[in-house]
């Protein structure tokens, strides 16, 4: 089983930024989709964005669309959340997910598609 692991979270005030990076135990092919989701205390997880593993085919909410971006690190094989301009709203643990059926299918919204996740890290507004 893919473990994934999420960093980068922390405090950061209103109009901050933060890039949240997401890494996996194994090797994983670029035509996977993978998604970030967050979970407010009280709420359901909500999708955040998506895209393949390859970081094309991006999807994002209306709610980040235009702040967040998904980038990748060839590299490292790791992938990225860059969120600017944060919102006391953008308060949650955020998570990473990969849908290890979804080999360059179309990128999905809904958490219970995915089947892979970290562990979350914490986002949280100190303004």
């Known amino acids: 089983q893919v473990q994934l692991t999420e960093s980068g979270g922390g405090l950061v005030q209103a109009g901050g930024s933060l890039r949240l990076a997401c890494v996996a135990s194994a090797r994983i092919f670029g035509g996977y989709v993978m998604g970030w989701f967050r979970q407010a205390p009280g709420k359901d997880r909500e999708y955040v964005a998506s895209?393949?593993?390859?970081?094309?085919?991006?999807n994002y909410a209306d709610s980040v669309k235009g702040r967040f971006t998904i980038t990748r690190d060839n590299a490292k094989d790791t992938v990225y959340l860059h969120m600017n301009s944060l919102k006391p709203e953008d308060t949650a643990v955020y998570f990473c997910?990969?849908?290890?059926?979804?080999?360059?299918?179309?990128?999905?919204?809904?958490?219970?598609?995915?089947?892979?996740w970290g562990q979350g890290t914490q986002v949280t507004d100190s303004s």
């Open positions: 895209s393949r593993w390859s970081a094309d085919s991006t």
């Open positions: 997910a990969l849908d290890l059926t979804n080999y360059y299918g179309d990128v999905s919204t809904n958490p219970h598609d995915y089947n892979a």
